[in-house]
DNA sequence: CTGTTAGCGCTTTCAA
DNA sequence: TTGAAAGCGCTAACAG
C-alpha cells in the first residue's frame, strides 16, 4: 500500500489519538472542555506526527488570517528599515504574521496596488511605514474595510485615518532652540522633500522656533535625504560666511552637509554649528560627533502595532494621532557662536 | 431582506455573469477555454463588485500559498535591511507574497522558531538572511520538506544547502593587496564576529592576501559590526605607531575606527590607510571619504529569490553556491605610505 | 466532555 | 466551451 506523502493534517492526530477532528481542534484551540488525559493523549499524537495546523484552512474556516500587512517603500533609509524589525517583534508578541508589500516609488498607483496585493492575503490590518503624502491620498482612495494606521505621517493630512508619528515640529524646535541658545543669529535649514510630510513638520517646527525668537528664517534648501543632498546643500552654505548654524532634516544629509563644509574650509563646530534628526548608530562617532535629535523607532513600531491590534480587535475605527516625543542628543557638532 | 456585508466571492461573480463559479474560476486563472465574449461578461463583473480572489481558499485547494518566507535578523545593518526590499521586489515579480519572521537573536531556537512559523503558513520556499553559524545549524536540522535559501553565508559549511553570497575572501583579498600595493608592510584587520561566516571568510582572505605577499599576519582584532566597537579597535590599533594600514571587516567599524585615529592624533590617510566593506550610501561622504568594498546587495537579493523559485517551480534541491564578485572602491581614506 | 454535521471559497476532475 | 460534483483542512454549531 502506497501512502501519499503529505503533512499530517489534524483527522491523522485524531486517528493516532484515538479521537475525532474536533477534540484535537479544541487542544489546538486551547478551549476548555477536555479532559485533561484526553489533552495530553491528543498532544502527544500532535507530537509525534509533527503536526503543524493548515493556516490556509482555518483562515477560511474562521475568516481571520491572523496577517497584518506592512506596506514598506524601497528605501535605504535607517529608520523605515528598522522599524520593520520592530513591528515585527510586537506583531508575532499579539499572534501575528507579517506580510510585507514594498512600493518602489512612494505614488498613489503602488501605494494602491500595495494595499491591493495584501488585502488579496485578506490580511486583518495593514501598517503604512509610508510617510509621504502620496500614500496618504491611497490611503483615503481606500474602502477602508480593514484597518489601517499610518507611520510618520503628518497631522494636517490625517483625516480620519488613525497614525503613529514622533513630534516632528517639536523634534525640529528642540535643535533649533538649542543653536539660538548657543547665540547663533539664525539657523539654516536643509529640509527633506517636500512630498513628505515629516519633512514640512521639521520645516514649520525649525521655522516656528525662529519666529518664536523673533528671527529672521533663512529659505531653505530642499534634499531627499541621502548623504549626495546634504553635501550639495553644505557647498550651497558655505559660499555664504554668515551661516554659523545649520539644522538638517535627517542624519544622513547633515552627514553630506559636514563633508561640503569641511571641504570649503570651514570647521565645524568652530565656524558653523550642524545639527541631524534621526540619531543613527553611527552619529557619535562621525567627524564631530553629531549633535542630533532623537527618534525612538522602536517605540513608533510597537506603538503602531498596538494601534492596529486593538482596532483590529475591538472592531472600532479610531482616527486618533499618536505623538512620540523626540529628544535632542547634543554632541560635539555644535557649539557657542565665537 | 438583509444582505450580509462580506467581500464578493466567485459564486458572487458567477451569479452576476449568469455563469457557472468555475467558469468565474477559469477566467481568473487565465484557462484558454473560454468563450472571449463570456470572458469579457466575467471579467465586467468582477470589476462591479471589485471581486478579490481569496487567496486562503486557493491555498486550500492547491496546496500551494504563492507566499515565500523571509527570515531576517533584529540588525540596523544596511545590507541585511537592504536586502529585504530587493527579494521582496524579485518575488512579487515572479507572482509570490513575502511573509517575514525574524529573529531576535542569531541562535538555533530562535531560527528554528522562525522556520516554524513560516512552515505553519505554508509558505513554498525560505530565504533567510542569516549569515550566522547558529542559522545555518537549525537549516540543516530541518527537515527541509520546503526549498531554503541562505544568503551571505559560507561556503564551508553550506553542506548540500543552496546559497547566495558575496566572495567575502575574494573582497578581503582586494582590499588587501590594494594596501599592500600603495607599500604598505603589512595590514591590520577589524574583524566581525566570529560566529559569522563572511566575518571569518574576510577575516581568511585578508589572511591570504597577506601571505600571498609574505607578509606577516598581525593578530586581528574583533568587533559586533558597531561603529562603537571599531571606535574601541581604533584605540588600540592608534596605540601602535607601527600601525599604517587597516582593513574593516564593514563600513561602520570603519566609521569607528576613523574616529579613533582622529581622537589619537593619527591623521588618515597621511599616517594610517583605512578600507571598508560594503559601500554604504555614506561612504564617499565621511572624513575622508571611505576606500571600501562594494558588494551589490540588490543584485544578492534577486540572486536569492531566484535561485529559490527556480528550486520551488522544478522541485529539485540544489544545493550550489553562487558567489556574485565584490569591487573595490578606491576614495580618500587610503593613500602610499609615506 | 466528546462526536457529528455543515460549510468557508476555491480548484480539480469528470461529464456533458 | 461549460457545468456538476467532490474535496482541500479546519472551525462553528449543535447533539449527545
Do not use: K
Not at 493534517?9 to 479521537?19: E, N, Q, W
Not at 510617510?131 to 510618520?152: F, K, M, N, S, Y
Not at 574650509?265 to 552619529?283: L, Q, Y
Not at 475591538?314 to 499618536?322: D, F, L, V
Request: with cysteine.
Amino acid at each position: 500500500m502506497h501512502t501519499v506523502r503529505r503533512p499530517p493534517a489534524m483527522r491523522d492526530v485524531a486517528h493516532l489519538a484515538g479521537v475525532s477532528h474536533q477534540t484535537v481542534s479544541r487542544v489546538v484551540n486551547d478551549h476548555p472542555n477536555v479532559r485533561s488525559e484526553t489533552r495530553a493523549r491528543v498532544l502527544a499524537a500532535m507530537r509525534a506526527l509533527d503536526y503543524q495546523p493548515n493556516a490556509a484552512a482555518r483562515t477560511l474556516a474562521t475568516n481571520r488570517s491572523q496577517t497584518v500587512g506592512l506596506v514598506t517603500f524601497d528605501t535605504t533609509l535607517f529608520g523605515p528599515s528598522f522599524m520593520v524589525h520592530a513591528i515585527e517583534r510586537a506583531a508575532r508578541e499579539a499572534g501575528y504574521f507579517v506580510s510585507i508589500a514594498s512600493a518602489r516609488e512612494p505614488d498613489v498607483p503602488q501605494v494602491r496596488e500595495a494595499i491591493r496585493r495584501l488585502r488579496e492575503q485578506a490580511v486583518e490590518g495593514i501598517v503604512t511605514l509610508a510617510p509621504v503624502a502620496a500614500a496618504w491620498t491611497a490611503l483615503r482612495q481606500e474602502p477602508l474595510d480593514v484597518p489601517i494606521v499610518g507611520l510618520g505621517i503628518a497631522s494636517g493630512e490625517a483625516d480620519g485615518v488613525p497614525m503613529v508619528a514622533i513630534d516632528n515640529a517639536a523634534g525640529a524646535a528642540l535643535a533649533t532652540r538649542h543653536l539660538l541658545g548657543l547665540g547663533h543669529a539664525t539657523v539654516h535649514h536643509v529640509a527633506g522633500p517636500a512630498n513628505w510630510p515629516e519633512a514640512r513638520e521639521r520645516q514649520a517646527g525649525w521655522r516656528a522656533a525662529l519666529e518664536e525668537a523673533n528671527r529672521p528664517a533663512p529659505a531653505a534648501l530642499t534634499g531627499d535625504w541621502s548623504a549626495a543632498a546634504g553635501y550639495d546643500a553644505g557647498l550651497a552654505l558655505a559660499e555664504r560666511t554668515d551661516v554659523t548654524a545649520v539644522f538638517c532634516a535627517n542624519d544622513q544629509m547633515a552627514i553630506g552637509v559636514l563633508r561640503a563644509l569641511h571641504e570649503a574650509g570651514r570647521r565645524v563646530p568652530r565656524d558653523v554649528s550642524v545639527v541631524g534628526f534621526d540619531d543613527v548608530p553611527e552619529a557619535p562617532y562621525l567627524l564631530p560627533p553629531l549633535t542630533t535629535v532623537r527618534q525612538d523607532f522602536a517605540e513608533l513600531g510597537r506603538h503602531s502595532l498596538a494601534l492596529l491590534v486593538d482596532q483590529i480587535s475591538t472592531g472600532a475605527r479610531r482616527s486618533e494621532q499618536q505623538r512620540c516625543a523626540p529628544s535632542l542628543i547634543v554632541r560635539g557638532s555644535t557649539t557657542a557662536v565665537r
